[in-house]
């Protein structure tokens, strides 16, 4: 892992938001995507799920709020805090804890019917026996035939196509409005992403620039690393099957 990715998710946490066009719908729709599959996966109806890489609670909070209980984690405090703050302001009852993926020891609990990274997480770890310890430590969480579920860019595409530029998006009203998108600097099978936030004031724009570090995980490299670490059987979901905007990967301890 990049060691600027925690000061990358500190400095965007009071901004995370903002790169959605509305992060309450986008809090509710991804929960009413990936709360069936984890209940369905996992044979629980409110599975006791991990959220490993929460950020400011995207998936954590709208999973809560379906039902499911959720303890979340993450390497950023000032995410955690945010996402702490967002969980009281909902009236949510979620124990948050600061711990990196590669030791989830500050996480007292385990035996989880689920452990989730979600958002692109497990690509931030640049490194093979990173990615391995990782898997490891969410394997030690989870009780006999927990699952773990992890959402990833389609890496066997974009690896082919190298995208230097995620499109800009406009969102709000005008006076208020902002304009997101991406710059992709590859550098063989790692990049840079430029993360712009241009927000909009009553004289001026004001830019937010923002970088991270990622690997093209492949799907076949993730695979062999998920069945080292013990898990028996793995399974790739894809938009088309379930709506979400990115693959999903279901391995099972």
């Given at each position: 892992m990049d060691a600027?990715?925690?000061?990358?998710?500190?400095?965007?946490?009071?901004?995370?938001?903002?790169i959605f066009e509305d992060w309450n719908r986008s809090i509710d729709k991804q929960a009413a995507i990936l709360g069936p599959?984890?209940?369905?996966?996992?044979?629980?109806?409110?599975?006791?799920?991990?959220?490993?890489?929460?950020?400011i609670g995207t998936q954590t909070l709208g999973l809560s709020m379906r039902g499911h209980h959720l303890i979340g984690s993450d390497l950023s405090?000032?995410?955690?805090?945010r996402a702490e703050k967002e969980a009281v302001l909902r009236g949510l009852k979620i124990q948050f804890y600061i711990a990196d993926m590669r030791n989830l020891s500050p996480v007292r609990e385990d035996g989880f019917d689920?452990?989730?990274?979600?958002?692109?997480?497990?690509?931030?770890?640049l490194i093979r026996k990173d990615r391995d310890q990782t898997l490891r430590e969410m394997a030690g969480k989870l009780r006999p035939g927990g699952i773990l579920v992890a959402t990833i860019r389609d890496y066997d595409h974009l690896i082919q196509t190298r995208p230097a530029i995620q499109a800009p998006s406009f969102y709000g009203i005008q006076g208020q409005r902002r304009i997101?998108?991406?710059?992709?600097?590859?550098?063989?099978?790692?990049y840079d992403v430029h993360l712009y936030i241009s927000?909009?004031?009553?004289?001026?724009?004001?830019?937010?620039?923002?970088?991270?570090?990622?690997?093209?995980?492949?799907r076949n490299d993730l695979t062999v690393s998920l069945q080292e670490a013990g898990f028996t059987t793995v399974q790739w979901l894809e938009p088309s099957e379930t709506s979400f905007y990115q693959p999903v990967v279901i391995a099972r301890k």
């Open positions: 600027a990715t925690d000061t990358f998710y500190d400095d965007l946490a009071d901004y995370y938001h903002l599959l984890l209940e369905q996966y996992a044979n629980r109806v409110a599975p006791r799920v991990l959220d490993c890489a929460c950020g405090r000032a995410s955690v805090a689920v452990v989730l990274a979600a958002d692109n997480a497990l690509p931030h770890l997101v998108h991406q710059i992709w600097d590859w550098d063989g099978n790692e927000l909009e004031t009553s004289t001026q724009w004001i830019v937010q620039h923002y970088v991270s570090r990622y690997h093209a995980l492949l």
